[in-house]
């Protein structure tokens, strides 16, 4: 007998409703969902590879505590013990700030680590916090704190309604959307060509989602501010501008329009690497269309100007009146919305500590990645000497390679909660392996407030989990329970665990319903009727929300930051760094469809086909080098170096390499038998921690100067 189960793919930000066919205690077919309201159907190879990783032999069942002669397999009850007291131990002989905690990025797609986390946060003390947040997205919440007064209010593309897309540096076609939950996005993109709009993809490589573009304008690598801020110039110098509605409650446009006048097309075409003629087009057009969305991600936020870039952005979109309008971009009504009545979100904050080496600032309750290395490394008071790791692999993902690895190396204790033994859990000295993801309930909290349409979902375990294993929130909570001191935090931490997960989601529904000030009706978005709602709950489209939506203290929109605008003034004055010994070259990273970020190199399913870790070269380039195709390189940056297989394309802009992130799984001790095959190198070798965003303390990612000969 056979069942199916719908359920949301929790791997990325598209939340696809899959249907999963369950015979036995397996998955024999998975399917995309043509009754999900987002996706439609859609899925991608990665969500049919699900039942893979649920099968994957290499994937942890039972908890690991490490011995002298090797891992041995513990109890749950044991493995909680020893990893609280593990950890207790170095926060009495140290200070609470002793202890770091690292959350990746899958807690952003699950329930049980977000509604749990943040606890076991609390009980150990610590202000060592940190998350990818500060290698990815942290300049678009910065900006939202800045002008709209929050950190989650992020405008999101109406990519069904709009005319006129320009993207910079997002490669949708790769990584399914992101900032921007649009399941299907290819689909997404055609239609709007079909209904007669365009798109224009600025990319320093010719992405998939550039090749689907009506244009694609190669850009120097870190040089989007200079275009952005001239789009604005031409606007404003060609009397483009038209804010509508929003110039009522929108503060500092006069001061925008003067801080980027030095900034002319003709002055900027050699910096970006894009002509006048067509920068000023660009400006143009996107000024004409009725209904338009300026979109950056990551290539837009991981680099020395990622601030000014999300800022930019925003105000470009707020000039041409695209702010707040259907088509434009717009903010979403999550079901759960954490503004809302409960304020499960705070506004967002910026230092209010600083970190002990470097003196960087908090944001949002984190320090940046970028000192976690040297807050291990460095002794005296404060060293961070222990560790947990919640679904997060720093040791791949993190700027700084070799450093951190003999960071983590170096630590008295570490828990890592995670599904594998990988580069960063094999230094652990517990390993707290939860459920596989078809074994846990779900819901969408942080992506349903990045939806390109309101929508709600609550999807069941697929398969029944094993006796005896505990789920995510399970673990934290176990660990919450032990680390708890004083009556408060023990009767906190025994309430939230009776709970769980699913009856917390349902508190907040109707309290938030509640909030609404209405009687109860139909319109009421109960847990009961969200789980009946197998295929999820269609909320509708966006619309607008301003400036009811507004969270600063005059409920009115910053247009002009102080330091943002002086920052752009020194941007105008500042003249091209110098080109290092030798490094002539610029890399970039790229993302495939087939890879998530480090974590699911270990499925057959998606390792076949050509090897992805290679370094991408202009034949220009390569030809000046004397470099041919296959041949192994030698990429060297001041920071590092690594050798891979040369891959030459045209796809890549004269002057810029580019190489993965997420490779690098031939460690010492690592379980991961299918990514050892064809491991690839740690691209983070390359980078420098101390490389960050002045603005926002964001690491920089990409446009690492490097030279690339062949290999010896
Ligand atoms: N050079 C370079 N570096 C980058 C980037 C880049 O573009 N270039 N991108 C950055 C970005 S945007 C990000 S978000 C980070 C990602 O950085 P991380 O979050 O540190 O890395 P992931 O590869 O996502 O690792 C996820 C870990 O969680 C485990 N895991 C997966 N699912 C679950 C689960 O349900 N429960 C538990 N407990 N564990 C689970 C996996 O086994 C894996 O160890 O990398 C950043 N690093
Ligand atoms: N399949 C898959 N999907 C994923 C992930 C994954 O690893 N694999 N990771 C997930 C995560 S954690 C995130 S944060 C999102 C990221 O989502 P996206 O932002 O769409 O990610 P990328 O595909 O890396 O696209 C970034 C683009 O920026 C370009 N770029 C690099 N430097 C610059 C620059 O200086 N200027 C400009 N204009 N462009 C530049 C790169 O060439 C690349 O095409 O993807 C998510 N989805
Ligand atoms: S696009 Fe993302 S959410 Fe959809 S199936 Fe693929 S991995 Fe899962
Ligand atoms: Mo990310």
Same mark, same amino acid.
């Given at each position: 007998m056979s069942r199916t189960v719908e359920a949301t793919c929790p791997l990325c930000e598209a939340c696809c409703g899959l249907l999963f066919t369950v015979e036995g205690d397996g998955v024999t077919r998975v399917r995309g969902d043509r009754d999900d309201p987002l996706s439609r159907g859609f899925m991608c190879t990665k969500g049919a590879a699900l039942p893979e990783l649920h099968e994957d032999p290499d994937r942890l069942r039972r908890p690991l505590r490490r011995t002298t002669t090797g891992w041995e397999e513990i109890d749950w009850p044991t493995a909680l013990d020893c990893a609280a007291a593990g950890l207790r131990a170095v926060k009495r002989a140290h200070?609470? %700030?002793a202890v770091a905690v690292y959350r990746g990025n899958p807690n952003a797609h699950n329930l049980g680590l977000l509604l749990f986390g943040h606890g076991v946060i609390r009980a150990l003390g610590t202000r060592n916090i940190y998350s990818p947040t500060s290698m990815d997205q942290l300049p678009h919440m910065l900006v939202g704190l800045r002008m709209y007064g929050h950190q989650l209010l992020m405008p999101v593309p109406d990519l069904d309604r709009t005319d006129f897309l320009l993207i910079v540096g997002a490669n949708p076609l790769a990584s399914n959307g992101s900032a921007m939950t649009a399941p299907a996005v290819g689909r997404r993109l055609r239609a709007i060509q079909q209904r007669g709009g365009r798109f224009v993809v600025v990319d320093p490589r010719r992405t998939r989602t550039a090749e689907l573009a009506d244009r694609h304008l190669f850009i120097r690598p870190g040089r989007d501010a200079w275009l952005l801020a001239t789009m604005l110039q031409v606007i404003f110098d060609e009397g483009l501008e038209r804010p509508g509605r929003l110039g009522a409650f929108a503060d500092g446009l006069e001061a925008v329009r003067a801080a980027v006048a030095p900034f002319t097309p003709a002055r900027v075409a050699a910096s970006t690497g894009i002509a006048a003629e067509a920068i000023a087009a660009l400006a143009r057009e996107l000024a004409a269309a009725e209904r338009a969305v300026v979109y950056g991600r990551i290539g837009t936020s991981v680099q020395v100007h990622g601030v000014l870039c999300q800022w930019l952005i925003q105000l470009l979109n707020l000039v041409t009146g695209n702010l707040d309008r259907p088509g434009g971009i717009q903010f979403t009504s999550p079901a759960? %919305?954490?503004?809302? @009545?409960? $304020?499960?979100?705070?506004?967002g904050t910026v230092g209010q500590w600083r970190s002990r080496v470097r003196g960087l600032p908090e944001f949002c309750g984190e320090l940046p990645v970028a000192v976690l290395a040297e807050e291990m490394q460095t002794p005296g008071e404060g060293q961070v000497r222990g560790l947990l790791t919640i679904a997060g692999n720093p040791a791949l993902s993190m700027p700084g390679g070799e450093s951190l690895d003999r960071a983590l190396a170096g630590l008295d204790f570490m828990v890592s909660v995670d599904l594998y033994l990988n580069e960063t859990t094999r230094h652990a000295d517990i390993i707290l392996p939860p459920v596989s993801p078809l074994e846990r309930d779900h819901y969408d909290l942080v992506f349903n407030i990045l939806a390109i349409r309101n929508v709600a979902k609550w999807s069941p375990p697929v398969l029944a989990p094993p006796a005896g294993a505990l789920g995510d929130w399970e673990i934290l909570s176990g660990l919450h329970r032990r680390l708890a001191e004083g009556w408060r935090q023990r009767a906190g931490a025994a309430l939230l665990g009776r709970l769980g997960p699913r009856r917390l989601l349902a508190l907040a529904l109707q309290v938030e319903a509640r909030g609404a000030g209405l009687l109860p009706s139909s319109k009421h978005l109960t847990f009961r009727r969200l789980a009946a709602a197998v295929h999820g709950v269609d909320l509708g489209p966006l619309a607008p929300r301003l400036p009811g939506r507004l969270c600063t203290s005059d409920r009115? @929109? %910053? !247009? !002009?930051?102080t330091d943002f605008i002086a920052e752009l003034a020194r941007l105008a004055a500042a003249r091209e760094p110098p080109v290092a010994e030798g490094l002539d070259l610029q890399l970039i990273g790229r993302r495939s *469809? $087939?890879? +998530? +970020?480090?974590?699911?190199? +270990? *499925?057959p399913r998606l390792m076949t086909? !050509? %090897?992805?870790?290679t370094l991408l070269m202009h034949p220009i380039d390569a030809a000046a080098r004397g470099l041919s195709q296959g041949e192994r390189v030698r990429v060297r940056s001041t920071h590092g170096a690594v050798e891979v297989p040369l891959e030459i394309t045209e796809a890549i802009m004269a002057g810029v390499v580019s190489l993965p992130h997420g490779y690098g799984h031939d460690g010492e001790g690592v379980r991961l038998s299918v990514a050892a095959v064809r491991p690839g190198v740690n691209v983070n070798r390359l980078i420098d921690p101390t490389a960050i965003d002045p603005l926002g303390t964001t690491s920089v990612l990409t446009g690492t100067a490097v030279a690339v000969t062949a290999a010896d």
């Open positions: 200070g609470p %700030d759960v %919305d954490p503004l809302g @009545i409960l $304020r499960l979100s705070k506004p009115r @929109i %910053d !247009a !002009a930051p *469809l $087939r890879s +998530n +970020n480090s974590w699911m190199h +270990n *499925l086909g !050509a %090897d992805r870790c």
